[in-house]
């Protein structure tokens, strides 16, 4: 099967959806598939990277950290008709997103869509934030979901909620798996030699983008409260982004900036090495659609302890591999914090064994042994559809899918300065 890949971030970028991308690439060519991905250009990107193209772009749009790609040239476009996709997966619904919408419909195969985020919690990045943009933002994305032949929701959460939105075409639940084998083989010790951390600690970790979405501040005051009253305690925090400044700040006007470690961004074997190095992770963002650093914690033997959020309800199991805390303040995180750390030997063992039980669940084999089986269903019914297809037939499927596109834009647009729109969509 051949599979073109669509998306407005990709390696080197340190987030989800690179990751995501990365790892179902990787999957399906080892089992003999052809993929090939397009994406904006990053700096320090791989020079001619074997089954990727490059699309201009402008880099850290509003300091966000992330690409805006550019008007794709006709290279792309002959590119792709050279490659000849059996299907188009998008992972984003702009930019690239709309390309990907046209591509699918020149070429006449299905279109596939994984709704990674929950748009609304980033619209701080961009001039003018306010509520209509992000009921637009919102809408934008559930009228691009219903132009596409499927919608992959990573988590049953995501699922339910935009199904709640309006999403009316096919919903499957494929979360980005997770390398269980690489992250179970790392070197803990390693890494806090490394990073000078104290040997004997109790390490509170945490991994991922350093962004105000993820509620960083709030869980460092949640943090804070627990390490105070326990001179044991470590933090490693791996990751960079624009909150890793007021974190900092924050230990030092409680005096215990020298308990607080960043490393940076990670990847390879360091990466894993850094979750070995953990007691136990915290995870308190609420904006995530499946948090796949939670999984990557478990597949190392790290319980999590995380607020009860889509993504994290459906890997963390209360008392069993780590702590899901309903109650969303800080002294009931800090409280779970100090439970996981009071758990003797066997007991802490146990939850070890069941947060690498967990892992399992989540292996990239099965979750792209799932998706590859949504993609031969499309790509079969495409290819009864499209057997007698002609170039009138793909014309008029091109116009066609360019009046949807327009379509869901107007009404995303009048949507969002509806007074009476907002009710729960965005909750």
């Known amino acids: 099967m051949k599979i073109l890949m669509m998306t407005n971030t990709y390696l080197p970028h340190v ?12 999957a399906y060519r080892a089992r003999g598939h052809e993929v090939l991905v397009i994406a904006p250009t990053f700096a320090d990107a791989q ?16 300091s966000s950290g992330f690409s805006m790609a ?28 709309d390309t990907a919408l046209r591509l699918a419909a020149t070429h006449d195969v299905p279109i596939v869509f994984t709704h990674h985020t929950m748009y609304e919690h980033y619209t701080h990045y961009y001039p003018g934030d306010s509520e209509p943009l992000r009921r637009f933002v919102s809408r934008i994305a559930t009228g691009y979901a219903n132009l596409c032949d499927m919608v992959f929701a990573p988590s049953e959460s995501v699922a339910h909620t935009i199904r709640g939105r309006g999403v009316t075409a096919p919903i499957e639940v494929v979360p980005t798996g997770v390398d269980v084998a690489a992250f179970a083989d790392g070197d803990g010790r390693r890494a806090r030699r490394r990073w000078g951390v104290p040997e004997n600690a109790f390490v509170v970790g945490h991994l991922g983008r350093l962004a105000p979405e993820k509620n960083l501040d709030w869980m460092a005051g949640a943090i804070l409260r627990f390490a105070a009253a326990r001179p044991d305690i470590h933090v490693l925090i791996a990751g960079k982004g624009p909150s890793m400044d007021p974190v900092r700040a924050r230990f030092q006007r409680e005096g215990l900036d020298e308990r607080l470690t960043f490393t940076g961004s990670l990847s390879g074997q360091d ?20 948090g796949m650093v939670v999984t990557e914690a478990m597949a190392a033997g790290v319980p999590v302890v995380g607020l009860d959020a889509p993504g994290v309800r459906e890997v963390v199991i209360d008392r069993q591999n780590g702590r899901l805390v309903t109650d969303e303040t800080q002294d009931a995180f800090s409280e779970a914090l100090t439970w996981v750390a009071d758990r003797q030997a066997p007991e802490a063992e146990a939850l070890r064994r069941a947060a690498r039980e967990t892992a399992e669940r989540f292996s990239i084999d099965a979750t792209a042994d799932r998706a590859l089986g949504h993609y031969r269903a499309l790509a079969g019914s495409a290819d009864r559809r499209s057997a007698d297809a002609d170039s009138w ?8 899918t360019e009046w949807a596109m327009l379509t869901a834009a107007a009404e995303a647009m009048g949507a969002a300065f509806t007074d009476e729109e907002m009710g729960a969509d965005l909750r």
Do not use: N
């Open 15 to 26: 987030g989800g959806v690179a990751r995501s991308v990365q790892r179902f690439t990787d």
């Open 47 to 62: 020079e001619d990277e074997p089954g990727v193209m490059r699309v201009k772009a402008i880099e850290d749009v509003f």
């Open 70 to 97: 550019l008007p794709v040239p006709a290279r792309v476009r002959e590119a792709v008709e050279d490659f000849g996709p059996d299907i188009v997966h998008s992972h984003h619904p702009i930019l690239l997103g």
């Open 271 to 290: 990466l894993v090495d850094a979750y070995h190095a953990m007691d136990v992770f915290a995870f308190a963002s609420k904006s995530e659609t499946q």
């Open 393 to 400: 037939s793909q014309l008029m499927r091109r116009l066609e």
